[in-house]
């Protein structure tokens, strides 16, 4: 059975720099492909970043390029999302999301639809 439990989030203040980790049962982690969702209240469910099993290549959206870098430890089982220069309206419930290995040259993964599994997210407040 596929696992993953964020951890990491809380009360930030604008600018802070805090780290996301996703941690995963098992032996499927080597040959998944991983992302990071978040919503905001209110708001529906949307990409942050993904890591691609394979290729390796990672893709983020406009909103965090240059500020959010996504990697993984296989060797742990575990995902992160370092997050720098924090704003308010990153705040939001983060979650982590597998996938099996897919092929293709579009973006599907930033459709949380393309997703089959879930952590139960962790919320990211960020203070002004």
């Known amino acids: 059975q596929v696992q993953l439990v964020e951890s990491g989030g809380g009360l930030v203040q604008a600018g802070g720099s805090p780290r996301l980790s996703c941690a995963t049962s098992?032996?499927?982690?080597?040959?998944?492909?991983m992302a990071w969702f978040r919503q905001a209240p209110g708001k529906e469910r949307e990409f942050v970043a993904v890591?691609?099993?394979?290729?390796?290549?990672?893709d983020y959206d406009d909103s965090v390029k240059g500020r959010f870098t996504i990697s993984r430890d296989n060797a742990n089982n575990t995902m992160y999302l370092q997050m720098n220069s924090l704003k308010p309206e990153n705040t939001a419930v983060y979650s982590c999301?597998?996938?099996?290995?897919?092929?293709?040259?579009?973006?599907?993964?930033?459709?949380?639809?393309?997703?089959?599994?879930w952590g139960q997210g962790t919320q990211v407040t960020v203070s002004s």
């Open positions: 890591i691609v099993i394979g290729s390796g290549n990672t």
């Open positions: 098992g032996r499927f982690f080597s040959s998944y492909t």
């Open positions: 999301a597998a996938r099996e290995r897919y092929n293709s040259p579009s973006r599907y993964y930033t459709d949380p639809s393309r997703f089959a599994y």
